[in-house]
DNA sequence: CTTGCAGGTTCCAAATAATGAAACCAAGTT
DNA sequence: AACTTGGTTTCATTATTTGGAACCTGCAAG
C-alpha cells in the first residue's frame, strides 16, 4: 500500500507535503514539518518555497508558519461546481432535509476517506467550506459503508488498507473481517446504518448513489440522536433515504449521458 | 510581467495547467487545453496525468474530459479555516448583514484579482450555491479597489498589470491612471464605492481590513441597488461598513498577536 | 478499401532541474 | 565563550524532465 505521493516525481512528492501542512490543522513551522515528512531538511525547504510562491501555502511572516494558501479556495470552488455531486443534488436534498427535519448529510470517496461535499443543518442556514471538504473515516460512518459496501474489491482493499479501524465507540467495527461482513449486510439490503459507531449518541442510516453501471458515486445519510429517535423510527427512514438516493443518481444519470447509446 | 509560473519549476508548470483547467469552468478535452497551454503535447499530456493520479484533477473515462478533482475541495477546507478571514469575521459578517438587510461580502486579494471568501445573502432562501472560492475582477468593484488601495507600491504595479479594464459599464474606470486616482481617494476618506462600474443597477460602498501595521487583509462590502437605494442612503452605510471592518481587523490582530511585543 | 486526419499516447537521447550532504548563519541558552 | 535550535544557502552529482518525432487509434471522406 502506496499512496499517490511517491508513484508521481517531483509533483507528487510536493503536494504531499501540501497535504501534510494542511492535515496539521493549524499554522504549521518548518521544524513540525520536516520530522514527519521524511525529506531532507533541504528539500523540504525547497519545496514550501514553491509551494508558498505558487500560493498554494500562504507562510506568516511574523510567527514564521506555514497554512494552507488561498489559491485552493479558489481551485476547490471549480472542483466543487464541476466535479462533486453537489450541485445536482442540491434539490433532492433541500427537500429531503425539510420533510424529515433532520440533518442530511451527501458525501464522496477520496482516498479511502469519506470526504463531505455537503450539507443541511436541521435549522441553520449553510456556508460553504465550513462544511463541505471535511473529511471523515469511511469504516465507522453510515456513508461511508455505504460507499465502501458498492467499491470494487481491488479498490475496496485498498480502502480497508487505509481504515484505522480505531474504537472511537464500543460499537465501533475494529477488524477488516467484521467490517467486510457488515458490507456484505449492507449490499444486500440496500442501506447502511451508523449505529454510535462513530459517536455516542449518534446514528444515522445512508443510502448509496449508483451509476447505471453501478460504480459508486457518493452516499447520503440522515443523522438523528439516539435520544430524540428510536431505532424503528431511524429503520422507518430508510425509504425515503433510499429514494433520494436514487433520484440524485438519476439526475447524474441524465446530466453526464443526455443520449443514450446504442 | 510574468505570473507564478514561469519562475518555479516542474511543480509551477503543473499548477498552471491546474489553473486552466480549473479556468474553463467546465469540463474540458485534451485538446482544447493545448492550444492555450502553449506546452508540448507530450509535455502537456504528462502533467494531466501527474495532476488525474494526484486526484487534483478528475478524468472522466466516458466523456474523456478533464475536470479539477475533489481533492482540491478537502484542502480547501483547511484553507478557508485557517487562512482566510472568514472564521474571524463571521459574528461582525452577520451581524452586519442582520442589521442592514443588505447582502455583504467578504474578499481577499488573490493575484490582483478578488477573492470571495464569505456572504450574506439580504433574506432569500439563501442562494446556497458555493459563494465563497468565487473571483471577481479587482479594479471595477468595491471591495477590489478598497484592497487595492492599501496595496504597496510594488504590488500595486504588479495587480494592475492583471486587471483587464474591460468596460463593463459606462462608469467603469477603464485606465491604470483614472484607477490610480480613484484609490487615491479612497485611500483618503476610507472607503470605496462601486458606482454601477461592474454592472448597470448595482452600487456598493466597500471598506478595507487593514492590519495594525496597515498591510491589507481583505474588504467588505454592503451591495446594493439602485432602484431600492438612493446614492445618499448609500453613503450613510460607511460608518456600520467601516465599523464593521474595523472590528474585523481588532478581531485578526487579537488573534495572530495574542502576545503583546514591546 | 485506402487515404487522410484529428485526437491521443509512447519513445528516448539530450538538456535540465532536482537532490541532499554539508557548511553556514542568526538567535537564543547554558 | 561554547553550544543548541531553527532556518537558509551552496554546489557537484544524479535523476528527472523535456519535447520532437514516431506511432497508434478510430473515423470520415474519397
Same mark, same amino acid.
Given at each position: 500500500m502506496q499512496g499517490r505521493e511517491a508513484s508521481d516525481g517531483t509533483v507528487g512528492r510536493t503536494l504531499a507535503v501540501l497535504d501534510l501542512v494542511a492535515g496539521f490543522g493549524r499554522p504549521v513551522r518548518f521544524a513540525e514539518i520536516l520530522p514527519v515528512a521524511g525529506l531532507p531538511k533541504a528539500t523540504l525547504y525547497r519545496f514550501l518555497q514553491v509551494l508558498t510562491h505558487q500560493d498554494m501555502l500562504a507562510f $506568516?511572516? $511574523?510567527?514564521q508558519t506555514y497554512a494552507p494558501g488561498m489559491r485552493l479556495v479558489r481551485l476547490a470552488h471549480s472542483a466543487w461546481a464541476q466535479s462533486s455531486l453537489a450541485p445536482l443534488a442540491r434539490e433532492v436534498l433541500d427537500e429531503l432535509a425539510e420533510t424529515l427535519g433532520q440533518t442530511v448529510h451527501l458525501a464522496q470517496l477520496d482516498n479511502g476517506a469519506v470526504l463531505y461535499v455537503d450539507k443541511r443543518n436541521a435549522r441553520q442556514p449553510v456556508e460553504m467550506f465550513s462544511q463541505s471538504g471535511k473529511v471523515g473515516p469511511a469504516y465507522c460512518t453510515g456513508v461511508g459503508k455505504a460507499m465502501l459496501a458498492h467499491l470494487p474489491e481491488d479498490r475496496l482493499a485498498a480502502a480497508i488498507d487505509r481504515? !484505522?479501524?480505531?474504537? #472511537? /465507540?464500543?460499537? /465501533?467495527? *475494529? !477488524?477488516p473481517a467484521a467490517l467486510r461482513a457488515e458490507l456484505a449486510l449492507i449490499r444486500q439490503r440496500g442501506y447502511a446504518l451508523d $449505529?454510535?459507531? #462513530?459517536? *455516542?449518541?449518534i446514528a444515522c442510516i445512508a443510502a448509496p448513489i449508483l !451509476?447505471? !453501471?453501478?460504480?459508486i458515486l457518493g452516499a447520503i445519510s440522515v443523522t438523528t440522536t439516539t435520544a430524540a429517535t428510536s431505532r424503528d423510527q431511524l429503520l422507518a427512514l430508510a425509504g425515503p433515504v433510499t429514494r433520494a438516493a436514487a433520484r440524485i443518481a438519476a439526475t447524474a444519470e441524465a446530466w453526464r449521458f443526455p443520449e443514450i447509446k446504442s
Open positions: $506568516d511572516e $511574523d510567527r481504515q !484505522s479501524f480505531h474504537a #472511537h /465507540t464500543p460499537n /465501533t467495527l *475494529t !477488524s $449505529d454510535e459507531e #462513530h459517536e *455516542t449518541g !451509476s447505471g !453501471s453501478g460504480r
